[in-house]
């Protein structure tokens, strides 16, 4: 009885996490670091989650990068300096059973199941000022700013438009400061998913939106969560 209890409460905590908690990456002792986490929080996580990362020089040209996963997390190692780099993480599908508990399938195999998901996290940063950014067709909910973001400067607004499945998405609630102020919402996207952001720090930004959209026909699921963010340095760092 006692390890099925731990079993169930694991699994709440781990679906709340697939849909609660955020990605971006971190410059740490030199590596590119993926960090999954809530505000201050960095937790461990399936570096096997990671579904794909892309690196970019400042021409837009590709750069060939290697997912280095690690026990408690992963590390994007690009071939040389990229100017923009993408990461993509899936965390899944889980479906709540009757009883509220959630198991991490879909809800094709959880008879009964009274709500289903298939969370994704996605990440973009940019490293180097005048990077040309891609197409970037990977990430399928994108904050992608109007102006080079290294150039604002802390104080100041950036521009930025959201886009989900490539087109602009409405209504979007972005987060200015996720990294230090989570749950604290900045503004919100026009109708053709344009917003102002205020540019808070002046070592890492990470600006963060994430939104559920309804899926129809879908056997194992019946929502797709998406968590994005867009990070960059306020200042340019000086030894």
Do not use: C
Request: aromatic content about 6%; overall charge neutral.
């Amino acid at each position: 009885m006692q390890l099925r209890t731990s079993l169930l409460l694991l699994g709440a905590l781990l679906a709340g996490q697939a849909s609660a908690h955020g990605l971006w990456t971190e410059q740490r002792r030199g590596n590119i670091e993926v960090i999954y986490g809530h505000g201050a929080e960095d937790n461990a996580f399936k570096a096997q989650k990671i579904s794909g990362a892309w690196a970019y020089d400042l021409g837009g040209h590709m750069i060939p990068v290697t997912v280095e996963r690690l026990a408690d997390h992963a590390r994007l190692k690009p071939l040389k300096a990229p100017a923009v780099m993408a990461v993509a993480l899936n965390n899944g599908m889980w479906s709540q059973t009757a009883d509220k508990q959630w198991v991490n399938q879909g809800r094709s195999k959880v008879p009964g199941a009274i709500q289903s998901t298939e969370t994704f996290k996605y990440s973009l940063a940019i490293y180097q000022p005048g990077a040309k950014l891609p197409a970037l067709e990977p990430i399928k909910l994108l904050i992608l700013p109007e102006v080079d973001p290294l150039t604002v400067g802390p104080g100041n607004k950036l521009p930025v438009r959201v886009l989900l499945d490539g087109k602009p998405a409405a209504g979007v609630k972005l987060i200015g400061d996720y990294r230090s102020a989570p749950n604290t919402l900045s503004t919100e996207t026009d109708a053709e998913g344009r917003a102002q952001v205020l540019v808070r720090n002046e070592g890492l930004n990470v600006i963060a939106a994430q939104m559920e959209v309804a899926l129809k026909d879908n056997p194992d699921v019946a929502t797709r969560g998406l968590f994005t963010s867009l990070t960059f340095l306020g200042e340019p760092h000086h030894e």
